[in-house]
């Protein structure tokens, strides 16, 4: 054998035995799976993944509790583990994670449909919705789909203890919606087209009375019917605004307003 030859076999010996230097580095810094065979492998596997899931390493959780539904179909820890896998998704917040997550609830709900936490993964389908809700400006396709689902959660468990939580959620979804509609009234009101602008502030007290933010629907649609030469209409929206939002921004200029008004 040359010498070439033999540098050539001792290069590519030595690069093999890095790669197993870092095949054994990586083993022993993954996941740590049971003994194949061993009775409680499904226990083990559920308990390093809650483990995982509580430090917010959302891949480590993933992979045992992925194992878990996938080997032990008739384990009694398969439900929440299927939970768990959703969990690990919504843990990571991410237009795709939360995707993949709803995707993981609904099938926990088609599998375990009577399950005691099947409010549980009907809150978390909402709740991944409502993350990828936009900016009123924007389109308002997530916070309308967020709002059938936590809709849909009040329906089927009313008293459900994460009911609260639910209704908090709902509360800002329905505001993020409203609010879109609130801005296109405004636009609407810059551009001096009032008519516009009034059929779209009356739409939202309609369609929502408890908007938080009536304050500046009252004021714009007021301000709307002013210029439409129509102040006794107008003078109703002043009132409310001062009575529901004393503290308002709009609140000192709405008073102006009815003092003249009143005049």
Not at 2 to 28: D, E, K, P
Not at 234 to 246: G, I, K, N
């Amino acid at each position: 054998m040359t010498n070439a030859n033999l540098a050539r076999r001792l290069g590519a010996l030595a690069a093999a035995l890095v790669l197993l230097a870092g095949a054994a580095r990586c083993a022993s810094t993954g996941p740590k799976l049971p003994t194949a065979g061993s009775i409680d492998a499904d226990k083990f596997l559920f308990e390093r993944g809650s483990e995982a899931l509580t430090n917010k390493k959302w891949l480590e959780a993933r992979e045992y509790f992925r194992r878990l539904v996938d080997t032990y179909p008739q384990s009694q820890y398969r439900a929440d583990a299927k939970l768990g896998l959703g969990d690990s998704y919504i843990g990571q917040n991410t237009i795709e994670s939360n995707i993949l997550a709803v995707n993981e609830f609904r099938e926990f709900l088609t599998y375990f449909p009577l399950s005691t936490r099947a409010d549980y993964a009907q809150y978390r389908i909402g709740l991944a919705h409502f993350r990828g809700m936009l900016s009123p400006q924007r389109d308002q396709t997530a916070t309308r789909e967020a709002l059938v689902q936590l809709d849909l959660f009040l329906t089927r468990y009313p008293a459900s203890s994460l009911r609260p939580e639910v209704e908090k959620l709902r509360r800002q979804a329905r505001d993020r919606l409203s609010g879109s509609e609130f801005e296109v009234g405004r636009l609407y009101y810059r551009l001096k087209w009032c008519p516009g602008a009034v059929e779209r502030f009356k739409g939202v007290l309609v369609q929502d009375p408890d908007y938080t933010g009536r304050d500046g629907v009252y004021f714009y649609l007021g301000g709307c019917l002013e210029r439409m030469q129509r102040p006794a209409e107008a003078l109703p929206y002043y009132d409310r605004l001062v009575t529901e939002f004393p503290k308002s921004e709009f609140a000192d200029e709405t008073k102006k307003k009815i003092a003249l008004l009143k005049r």
